[in-house]
């Protein structure tokens, strides 16, 4: 066969092989796009697990009618023009032959209109034949990519796909890649119709959190620590977990190299080393780290999915990150002979934002309420939740992965009630009852009215909520509340009984994630404090705190335990936080699996009686 030139159809066909390898693979292409366009809000859709539809909408700058046929044709990109733009790449896309591979293999719309244009333009193009055809449309400013029947003109490859649970599952994990990757965009990814994740725009540290412990799950918050580390024009910030956090796969390993996402060989090296001794054979090391520095140090031009990269100065790279994250694991003596200390004492300090205040903000926003999922990994204690309780507790054994997957099914957020009802009227599905309860809707952001056997009832969220976190407390007891630098460290005095108490019950105090300094004479220093009690009145709280301890001293330490952990869950669930439906319902859930005897508290519980509004009714009144 001689040596010819290949017709473009046949070409952009090979290219789609590498550029579109299943439905996820264009998902990131996609969002990639519309991130690089400017967009803080991008939404997803799939059906099918992506084999049906792929639609991707974004607010982002969109683009002109006159560059809309270009923008499917191959080499064809606004984020490169010249060489020197190929050695600083900023953007996350430069190749320009996405749009095109990926309308070779699919019937693909694209709606765009920018803020100077008065209406939105669509172009057409469909499978072989890539003919673009261009149409007004109505659309806001940005842009919309619909995927419809991907390989549908493919045979082969559309045999080669998986189950849809699979594909959607790897469009799942690709979107909470991404969700790290750029916190100040919201993202919403819907299959099927329902909306399955929900990440709103992260501007602070808290917020930040608030995503990290979303995606990566509680277990990992309780052992994270956050790290920063410069060197020239290198930053690695981010948060790692400690050696305690170690988990039975790698399933939590997330590093980006300027926003880009990363699996780069020389950087999972680098982090290995650094663990080196201190993780056993069987387990894997969990972080969520971002490598910082000139797009000119770095050619992001080396891998087919750029999955790798090529550091100028690798070796300077390696050292860094592994010196930085030797230098966060051992800080304050965490090693294999100190696993037993408490978490508190191994926080790298990170600075932490002022919070921003929004409408109908809780009046706690930790990062746990991220996930309120309280319940304690699967163990058995003896005797009832004091009995049995020794001096110096033992952490809890990390969570199964039937747990975990327990975990991410609670994350699943709801539909928004403002969208848009679907084309043909359906009847109203109830909720699926939990152990003959069923959630019906929010009353005053404080109570959920609920069906429990046949009957209405209103369930008191904040007493739920303090059932659960009490509970979850003293599972969670041994090995201590993860403690947070406070940016302004708190100064109060004291008397000198509760001083010599604070130097006494150290240990105690940094279990509850509570660190105290001299501040000299008759003044004490509060640099850490647990999530809990982030937004209380810390120089208030602190004495009586104390002066509990004291009184509680000849207790022994299950009953200790129950006292200080039940002072906690009423100092840090206010009586006026505010709770949406969503948190309500997986409250409720939590409730029902573990606590169900609760829900014959009239306290908690309160049956509703309709007899009296039937009757007049009945009476025409």
């Known amino acids: 066969m001689p040596i010819r030139i290949l017709p473009p159809i046949l070409a952009n066909q090979i290219a789609a ?59 064809a990109t606004s984020k490169v023009a010249t060489l020197d733009d190929l050695e600083g790449i900023n953007s996350l896309g430069f190749r320009g032959e996405a749009l095109a591979s990926i309308s070779s293999v699919s019937r693909l719309t694209f709606t765009s209109r920018t803020a100077e244009q008065s209406e939105a333009w669509q172009a057409q193009a469909e499978g072989r034949e890539m003919s673009v055809t261009i149409k007004p449309a109505a659309h806001p400013v940005g842009t919309t990519v619909e995927v419809v029947d991907l390989f549908f003109n493919t045979p082969a490859r559309r045999k080669f796909m998986r189950s849809e649970k699979t594909e959607f599952a790897h469009i799942d994990e690709l979107v909470r890649r991404i969700a790290l990757s750029r916190f100040d965009a919201t993202l919403i990814l819907r299959h099927n119709g329902k909306v399955v994740r929900q990440y709103k725009a992260a501007n602070t540290v808290p917020e930040q959190e608030r995503r990290l412990a979303a995606v990566c799950g509680t277990p990992f918050m309780h052992h994270a620590l956050a790290v920063e580390s410069e060197h020239s024009d290198v930053r690695l910030w981010g948060w790692l977990a400690t050696p305690e956090g170690a988990r039975p796969q790698n399933d939590l390993q997330y590093t980006y190299v300027n926003g880009r996402m990363m699996r780069d060989k020389l950087i999972n090296h680098a982090i290995r080393q650094a ?10 090391a969990a972080y ?20 790798e ?9 390696h050292d860094f990150i592994f010196q930085a994250l030797f230098t966060a694991l051992r ?27 929004y409408p109908g903000q809780a009046p706690r926003p930790e990062w746990y309420c991220a996930e309120h999922s309280y319940r304690a990994p699967a163990q058995v204690r003896e005797g009832g939740a004091g009995a049995g309780r020794a001096s110096n507790y033992q952490p809890p054994e990390p969570p199964s992965r039937e747990a975990m997957r327990g975990m991410g099914a609670l994350l699943t957020t709801l539909p928004i009630a403002t969208e848009a009802a679907p084309a043909q009227p359906t009847d109203p599905v109830p909720s699926p009852k939990q152990g003959g309860c069923r959630a019906l809707t929010l009353v005053e952001q404080a109570y959920l009215l609920i069906e429990r056997d046949n009957q209405l009832a209103l369930l008191s969220l904040v007493r739920a909520e303090r059932v659960l976190l009490r509970h979850w407390l003293l599972e969670t007891w041994g090995q201590g509340l993860a403690a947070q630098p406070l940016l302004l460290p708190v100064s109060f005095k004291l008397p000198k009984n509760l001083i010599a108490l604070v130097t006494e019950q150290e240990r ?36 009586e705190l104390l002066q509990i301890i004291e009184g509680g001293s000849d207790s022994d330490a299950g009953q200790q335990a129950e006292v200080l952990c039940q002072w906690l869950v009423e100092q840090g669930i206010s009586r006026e936080k505010i709770y949406d439906f969503s948190t309500a319902s997986r409250l409720l859930t939590e409730l029902v699996t573990d606590f169900s005897d609760q829900l014959a508290d009239i306290r908690m519980v309160r049956p509703l009686s309709l007899a009296t509004v039937l009757e007049e009714f009945e009476h025409g009144e």
Not at 37 to 62: F, P, Q, S, T, Y
Not at 275 to 284: N, W
Not at 350 to 357: H, M
Not at 523 to 531: D, E, F, G
């Open 331 to 357: 800080r304050e003596g965490v090693s294999p002979a100190h696993q037993d200390a408490p978490l508190a004492e191994t926080l790298v300090e990170l600075p932490v934002s002022p919070q921003i205040e």
């Open 17 to 75: 092989g590498e550029v579109v390898e299943r439905p996820s693979s264009v998902v990131k292409e996609l969002v990639e796009n519309s991130l690089d366009a400017g967009a803080d809000r991008v939404e997803i859709d799939i059906d099918k697990g992506g084999a049906k539809l792929i639609r991707i909408r974004d607010n982002g700058c969109g683009v002109a009618k006159d560059e809309l046929v270009l923008a499917l044709s191959r080499h």
């Open 309 to 317: 990269v090529r550091f100028h100065q690798a070796r300077l790279i």
């Open 288 to 307: 969520v780290l971002y490598i910082e520095l000139d797009p000119r140090q770095v050619d992001v031009n080396v891998h087919p999915a750029k999955h």
């Open 275 to 284: 663990y080196d001794e201190l993780l056993p054979p069987d387990r894997f």
């Open 508 to 543: 105690l105090l940094k279990r509850m994630g509570l660190e105290l300094k001299s501040g000299g004479r008759d003044t004490m220093i509060l640099t850490r404090v647990p999530a809990l009690l982030r937004q209380t009145d810390l120089v208030r709280l602190l004495p």
